[in-house]
C-alpha cells in the first residue's frame, strides 16, 4: 500500500537490511569468494531496495541466510531447480508481447480505491468501497457517468456492509452485495449481504450467506445470485463452496442459500461472468494475507500463495464444471477487471505468480481476450502501466478502467501506488 504505511515498518526492514547485507558480506569473505563479492554487492543492493519495497507492500520476508557449505549446497540445488523452473515460467513473469493501444486519462475517481469493486448500469459506472490506505476503507459509492465522462454522485453503503473484497452482481437496476472484508487491515469477512436499487439508492438486506467469504466469484445467473470460491473466515483458506439464491427485483425469493455443486478449486480474487446459458469462473489464487496472529489491529501479514490461470465453466445443467483453456499466464485480483464486448471476454490487468527467487509481487499490464465462440485466449494490448484489482467499464466503442495498485513504473513490475486514475482506450476488435 506504498506510502501510507507506517513509518516504523520501514525503519524496522531497514535495519533488517543492513544486518543482511552484512552477513552476506561476512560469509562470502569466509568462504574466500572474494571474486563475487562485488557482483553480490551489486545484486544485494538492488535487493536491499526492493526488500524495503517489498516491505512496504504489507509484507515482511525474512530474507535467506547462509549458514553453512552444506546449506550452500543445497542452496545452489534450490537455485538449479528455481532456475529450470524460470526458463519454464518465464511467460510469467516477463510482459507477453501485445500491441500498444492509445490511452486517453479521464478525471480521476474522488478517491484512491484497492480491492474495491464495480458494476456497470448502462452508462453509469457504479464503484464501490474498497481500501484508501491499508487503515482506511471506504464506505461509500461514486459513479461515474460515461455519458460526459464526470465523477457525479458520492452516497454511503450500509454501516454494517463489508468495505472490500465485496462479491458483486447486477441484473440492470439492483446491485447485489455478497459478503467480504469488514474493516481495514486484514479483518475477518462477513457473511452479511446487501442490495442496492440504483434507481432510489437505498439498500435492503438479504439472507447472510451461509458461512462469512472474503472475495467470492459472483454472479447473478438464470434468476439466481451464485457465490463461488473466496477464502473463508481467516482470508486465506480457500473456500470450494457455492451457493445460490433465487432473487427478483431486488427481493430474495427464497429463505435460505441452496448448496450447489462445488467449485473445483477454492479461493478468492476471480473473475466471474455469466453470458446466456453459460457461468464463466476466471484465474485467482488459493491463500492470500491474513491477519497476524495476536495483532491488536489485525495487522497483515503475507502467506503462501498460489496464482492461477484456471477457466472453468458452468452450463445450464449445472452438472459438472468444465475446465477450459487457462489464461495466458496465472492472473488474480481481477475479480471486476473484465468487460464483455462482441462474444468475447476482456480482462485488463491482474497480479501474477511471485518471482520464484525474488519472492517479489508481479503485477500484470496486459488486456487480454477469450473469444466465447472458440474459447481461445489472445493478448489483444497492453494497460498504461500494470495494475491490479482495476475497474472495468465498457462505453460507446471505448474500454474504460479505474483504481487499484499500479506498479513501480516500466521496469518495475512490483505494486506501489493505489490509484483513483481513470483511463480509456477505443477498442477495435
Ligand atoms: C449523464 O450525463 C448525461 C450527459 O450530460 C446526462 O444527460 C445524464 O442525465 C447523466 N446521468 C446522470 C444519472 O447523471
Ligand atoms: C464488434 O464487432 C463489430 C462487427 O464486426 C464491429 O463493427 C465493431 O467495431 C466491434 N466492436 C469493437 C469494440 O471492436
Redesign the pocket.
Known amino acids: 500500500m506504498g506510502k501510507n504505511l507506517p513509518h516504523h515498518h520501514q525503519h524496522q526492514s531497514k535495519s533488517n537490511n543492513s544486518y543482511t547485507k552484512f552477513i552476506f558480506a561476512l560469509f562470502f569473505c569466509l568462504l574466500g569468494l572474494a571474486c563475487i563479492v562485488d557482483l553480490f554487492w551489486a545484486s544485494s543492493s538492488s535487493f536491499s531496495s526492493s526488500y524495503l519495497r517489498f516491505a512496504s507492500n504489507w509484507v515482511s520476508q525474512k530474507p535467506r541466510i547462509f549458514v553453512s557449505q552444506q546449506q550452500q549446497q543445497q542452496q545452489h540445488n534450490v537455485d538449479d531447480k528455481i532456475g529450470k523452473k524460470k526458463r519454464f515460467l518465464s511467460a510469467t513473469f516477463a510482459d507477453l508481447p501485445a500491441p500498444d493501444l492509445a490511452w486517453e486519462q479521464m478525471p480521476s475517481a474522488p478517491v484512491p480505491r484497492l480491492d474495491g469493486s464495480a458494476i456497470q448500469i448502462n ?2 459506472f457504479y464503484v464501490l468501497s474498497g481500501y484508501g490506505t491499508l487503515d482506511h476503507v471506504h464506505s461509500h459509492v461514486d ?1 461515474f ?4 465522462n ?1 465523477w ?2 458520492k452516497f454511503d453503503t450500509p454501516k454494517d456492509m463489508a468495505n472490500s473484497h465485496l462479491g458483486v452482481a447486477s441484473d440492470g437496476r439492483y446491485i447485489y452485495v455478497v459478503s467480504g472484508q469488514y474493516g481495514p487491515q486484514c479483518r475477518a469477512p462477513t457473511s452479511r449481504t446487501y442490495v442496492l436499487d440504483t434507481q432510489t439508492r437505498e439498500w435492503q438486506s438479504l439472507p447472510p450467506l451461509p458461512a462469512p467469504r472474503y472475495a467470492p466469484a459472483t454472479q447473478l445467473w438464470k434468476g439466481r445470485l451464485h457465490v463461488m470460491g473466496g477464502s473463508k473466515e481467516n482470508r486465506h483458506t480457500p473456500g470450494l463452496e457455492h451457493w445460490s439464491i433465487a432473487v427478483k427485483d431486488g427481493k430474495a425469493l427464497e429463505k435460505e442459500w441452496r448448496t450447489e455443486i462445488p467449485i473445483p478449486r477454492g479461493g478468492p480474487h476471480r473473475a466471474s461472468v455469466a453470458i446466456n446459458d453459460r457461468l464463466f469462473v476466471i484465474g485467482g489464487q488459493e491463500g492470500d494475507f491474513m491477519a497476524k496472529p495476536g495483532s491488536p489491529i489485525f495487522k497483515c501479514s503475507r502467506r503462501h500463495e498460489v496464482v492461477y490461470g484456471d477457466v472453468y465453466m458452468l452450463d445450464a445443467e449445472m452438472k459438472k464444471w468444465e475446465v477450459l483453456p487457462p489464461l495466458p499466464k496465472p492472473n488474480s485480483h481481477i475479480e471486476c477487471s473484465w468487460v464483455v464486448v462482441n462474444n468475447s471476454i476482456i480482462i485488463t490487468g491482474g497480479t501474477t505468480e511471485k518471482h520464484p527467487e525474488t519472492k517479489r509481487m508481479i503485477l500484470v499490464g496486459e488486456v487480454f481476450q477469450f473469444h466465447l465462440d472458440s474459447l481461445t485466449w489472445s493478448v489483444i494490448g497492453k494497460l498504461p502501466y500494470r495494475v491490479k484489482t482495476t475497474l472495468a467499464g465498457f462505453w460507446d466503442g471505448y474500454l474504460y478502467f479505474t483504481s487499484g495498485q499500479r506498479d513501480r513504473g516500466p521496469d518495475n513490475p512490483q505494486p506501489k501506488k493505489v490509484i483513483g486514475e481513470m483511463w480509456r482506450t477505443k477498442l477495435n476488435i
Request: avoid cysteine.
Open positions: 452508462n453509469l459513479v457517468n460515461f455519458t460526459d464526470t457525479r454522485a
